[in-house]
C-alpha cells in the first residue's frame, strides 16, 4: 500500500506536475467526473474569468473527493481541460500554488478544447484518486 512519484526529469516541477505515479495495492479508487465553475443549482459561474472558473472547479472537485472520504492530495490523475490556453496559463500559478498547499501530486494532461458543457465555462478537472492507506 504505497504510492511513490517517478520523475526521471526536473523540469516539471516549476509547471506542478509529476511524470508517473506508481501506485502498489490501492485501498480505494475514485473516478471523478470533469469539475466545472457551477453551482449547486448546476449553473455555470464566471463567466470570462478563469482564474474563479478554476477556484470553483477546484472547490467542486473537493466536495467530490470529500464524499469518498478522499483530498485533494489523494489525485493522481489530473486532466485539464481549457477554451483558453493562454488564460490558462496566465492562472496557472495560482492553480499550481493551490494544488501544493494540498498536497497534490498528480499526473497531468492539459488540452485546449472548442468549448466545454456550457459556452460560459473555460476550464473543466478531470481527476483520479486513489487511497493508499487503510
Not at 453551482?39 to 472547479?57: R, S, V
Not at 467530490?64 to 489523494?74: N, Q
Not at 498536497?103 to 460560459?120: D, G, I, M, N, R
Amino acid at each position: 500500500m504505497s504510492k511513490a512519484i517517478i520523475n526521471p526529469w526536473q523540469w516539471q516541477d516549476k509547471i506542478g506536475f509529476v511524470q508517473g505515479i506508481k501506485i502498489t495495492k490501492p485501498q480505494q479508487w475514485m473516478i471523478c467526473a470533469g469539475q466545472t465553475a457551477m453551482n449547486e443549482l448546476g449553473e455555470p459561474q464566471y463567466a470570462n474569468d478563469i482564474l474563479k472558473q478554476i477556484n470553483l472547479a477546484l472547490d467542486n472537485l473537493e466536495v467530490v473527493l470529500a464524499g469518498a472520504g478522499m483530498l485533494l492530495k489523494d489525485v493522481v490523475r489530473l486532466s485539464y481541460y481549457t477554451t483558453d490556453l493562454n488564460a490558462f496559463h496566465q492562472a496557472s500559478d495560482s492553480l499550481k500554488t493551490r494544488l501544493e498547499n494540498s498536497q497534490c501530486y498528480a499526473t497531468a494532461t492539459l488540452l485546449e478544447v472548442k468549448s466545454l458543457a456550457f459556452p460560459e465555462l473555460m476550464v473543466e478537472f478531470e481527476a483520479t484518486a486513489v487511497l493508499t492507506e487503510a
